[in-house]
């Protein structure tokens, strides 16, 4: 129901992770085709660190539900995390054609290729990011903290500026 899915997700942003995935696993008993509580078993056990479990529960999202975009971002996470950033790219990759208009999925191929010392791939993906949302603070931050990478102090400042502007 409705309120057991709110219950969940308020332990989950109550940082009760094991009690997430206690209710969780019992509610997907009666919802198996549920790609709500995949994704959030997924991103439970990637708090967790149980990132072969987190793409586990994200892949069983998304074949119930292949063009699930926030299923394949996530999993571009957790593969990022890991230190997989070629797949993590491939992931983002997934997400952006599913919907061109994730702009979270470009900010996170951007902090990938930034992890991957591809500032100017980044800076594309961070620009990207702010042209679908120009209220995105995290891109415009990320994209200074590339900039102060290159050693491009203005562009960094500026783009900090306007992160502080938004938030």
Not at 37 to 58: E, H, M
Request: aromatic share 10%; hydrophobic share 40%.
């Amino acid at each position: 129901t409705q309120q057991e899915l709110a219950s969940i997700k308020m332990l989950f942003t109550q940082g009760r992770l094991k009690e997430v995935l206690s209710a969780a696993n019992l509610m997907i008993k009666h919802f198996p085709k549920s790609v709500i509580l995949y994704n959030i078993l997924g991103a439970t056990n990637a708090r967790l660190k149980n990132f072969d479990s987190a793409i586990a529960n994200y892949k069983k999202a998304i074949k119930i539900k292949p063009d699930f975009a926030e299923a394949h971002n996530n999993i571009g996470n957790v593969l990022r995390a890991n230190g997989d950033l070629q797949k993590a790219i491939e992931s983002y990759d997934i997400a952006t054609k599913i919907n061109s208009f994730y702009s979270e999925a470009f900010s996170n191929k951007g902090n990938t290729f930034r992890s991957m010392g591809k500032l100017e791939k980044a800076i594309e993906c961070y620009n990207q990011a702010i042209k679908i949302n120009p209220g995105f603070a995290e891109a415009y931050n990320n994209m200074g903290n590339v900039y102060k990478s290159a050693g491009k102090q203005d562009k960094a400042i500026k783009n900090y500026k306007q992160a502080i502007n938004l938030k």
